[in-house]
């Protein structure tokens, strides 16, 4: 029987800043691993009915992910992340955007920032993830968008993952 952990939110529009804080039933090095390994990331990446599926991914600072999710009906909808930092087991830095296929940022609604965080807790990690976008108006976009049900979504596909 999988427990499942809340993932929590909290908006900050006057710094145009979410923080999703989730913990998860695995050591550090696994969800460092879940979070940054391609084979990995493709398996709870997208909510369901929805899959991710990744281009190419370079993970290592200055590395770059382009991945797009296909919906049931085969739509698909590109993005991709350019890691700025990356302390292995600890946290990374990246630029997030939607993209074409060959992962030329969308102008409209591209730049967020985010920061992925891993903190131990024995056989249990805490991942704070502080996402900073460029304007109200794209944090609103992003709320709209069903970013929280949809993050959500994923972090139980990633916690049956660590189950198996």
């Not at 502080?130 to 916690?159: R, T, V």
């Amino acid at each position: 029987m999988i427990i499942q952990n809340e993932t929590v939110y909290t908006v900050e529009k006057a710094n145009k800043t979410i923080n999703v804080v989730r913990e998860f039933d695995a050591p550090v090095e696994k969800l460092w691993k879940a979070w940054t390994d391609r084979k990995i990331l493709d398996q709870w990446w997208a909510p369901q009915p929805w899959k991710a599926v990744t281009k190419s991914m370079d993970f290592r600072q200055g590395g770059m992910w382009l991945y797009y999710m296909e919906g049931p009906d085969g739509t698909r909808h590109y993005s991709r992340a350019d890691y700025a930092i990356v302390v292995p087991n600890k946290f990374f830095v990246s630029k997030n955007g939607f993209c074409d296929e060959n992962g030329n940022f969308n102008p409209e609604f591209s730049g967020s920032q985010w920061k992925v965080e891993f903190y131990s807790n024995g056989n249990n990690t805490k991942v704070e993830v502080e996402i900073i976008l460029p304007s109200i108006e794209h944090l609103n976009k992003f709320i709209e968008m069903g970013f929280k049900e949809g993050f959500a979504a994923a972090h139980n596909n990633l916690d049956e993952l660590l189950a198996n």
